[in-house]
């Protein structure tokens, strides 16, 4: 994708250097007279367009925002990879996390259906509670098994990404957790500065600028254009020189049609730039209500606690340490146990993709203000 956009960018730059390019003189070498009794004539000759005007030199400005117009574009798909491999990547560490989370699960089932099977058989306990234990771990297992199959599509998905073999794929190394106190600049600031910084504007601006210069160019093309010739003569034996002076008059073709089409391009450039405006407004503007909405609700139900875990999770691994406990006891009945285990894994997974939900939202929030990935520190998850 990379080496398209350089493609198409070297595309743009050359075709809008070559239609700014001066015209080449034309040299004549030319004898007359041939098959007569006349001494032959001989003419050296140089023509030369004249740009009087400075048409050219209109449009080879107009090359110059044609390439940088395409250095924009260009800028603009290597953003898009970038935030799609880190989109990628982050699709990957959930994967990996909801994985360990369903093999933890696992785990703890089957040991509680292990021992329930073995209390069955010393009779302490009926069958069916030893059945409904076994249950439950078999559910573990499919949720596992799915949750491998989860976490290997996200491999690949990143593979594709990054455009390497699926084997080479590197494992995540960064946690699911977010710094539930960042601090979010307000709104209008972020507007400015996606104004200031988004590629795509700047290329709509470019483009606008160029259609303008472009415009400017035809309108001049409906003057008259001038040419001169000098050389040298050499008839009946002397030697003599030769100016010509030409204009083409635009009695007919008056580039109209060009003068048209220019202004038809104005129009257009102008319309696109606006609504590249206001769509990087709205898109500022949704991102960052998104990313604030979903930064406070983390900090207000989730949270984290001294060790980087989860407050909810926490939570979630006491509850599930006291029924336990309470079942050990007799207090409880095997249902309200597996029940509380089932509760602290249904959290662990919530807990999660909410850490994903911000960590996604964050990415679009930089996006939209066209801010690198790690460049925002107010927008950086705690490491």
Do not use: C
């Not at 034309?26 to 140089?46: C, M, Q, T």
């Not at 257009?268 to 406070?296: N, Q, W």
């Amino acid at each position: 994708m990379l080496s398209a956009a350089g493609g198409r960018r070297q595309v743009a730059t050359g075709g809008a250097r070559q239609e700014s390019a001066f015209l080449n003189p034309v040299f004549e070498w030319r004898k007359e007279n041939y098959g007569s009794p006349l001494p032959r004539d001989e003419f050296l000759s140089a023509t030369l367009p004249v740009d009087v005007y400075g048409r050219r030199v209109a449009l080879r400005s107009a090359s110059g925002l044609a390439a940088a117009r395409a250095r924009s574009d260009s800028s603009t798909s290597a953003r898009s990879i970038e935030f799609e491999v880190a989109r990628a990547y982050w699709r990957t560490a959930l994967a990996s996390a909801l994985r360990q989370a369903a093999a933890d699960q696992r785990a703890r089932l089957d040991t509680i259906a292990r021992i329930e099977s073995e209390r069955a058989a010393q009779g302490a306990v009926s069958n069916g509670s030893a059945l409904r234990a076994r249950l439950e771990a078999d559910r573990a297992r499919l949720t596992d098994a799915a949750a491998r199959a989860e976490f290997e599509r996200a491999r690949a998905d990143l593979a594709r990404a990054l455009a390497v073999p699926f084997d080479s794929v590197p494992a995540p190394t960064d946690q699911l957790r977010v710094d539930a106190a960042a601090v979010v600049p307000p709104l209008a600031e972020l507007l400015t500065l996606a104004r200031a910084r988004r590629s795509e504007l700047s290329s709509a601006r470019s483009r606008a600028q160029e259609v303008t210069k472009r415009q400017f160019a035809e309108r001049l093309g409906s003057l008259p254009a001038l040419g001169m010739q000098v050389g040298s003569k050499r008839t009946s034996g002397f030697q003599t020189g030769t100016m010509q002076v030409g204009v083409s008059i635009p009695l007919f073709d008056r580039n109209g049609g060009n003068r048209e089409r220019a202004q038809g391009d104005v129009r257009i450039a102008a319309g696109e730039l606006r609504a590249a405006e206001t769509a990087i407004d709205a898109e500022v503007a949704g991102a960052y209500h998104a990313y604030s909405t979903l930064l406070v609700e983390y900090a207000l139900a989730v949270g984290t606690d001294r060790t980087g875990m989860s407050d909810i999770d926490a939570r979630g691994t006491t509850v599930a340490g006291i029924a336990v406990t309470a079942y050990r006891e007799g207090a409880i009945p095997l249902f309200e146990l597996l029940d509380a285990q089932r509760v602290r894994a249904d959290i662990r997974i919530a807990a999660l993709h909410a850490a994903a939900d911000v960590q996604m939202a964050r990415l679009d929030l930089l996006r939209a203000i066209g801010l690198p990935i790690d460049s925002a520190r107010f927008l950086l998850p705690t490491q």
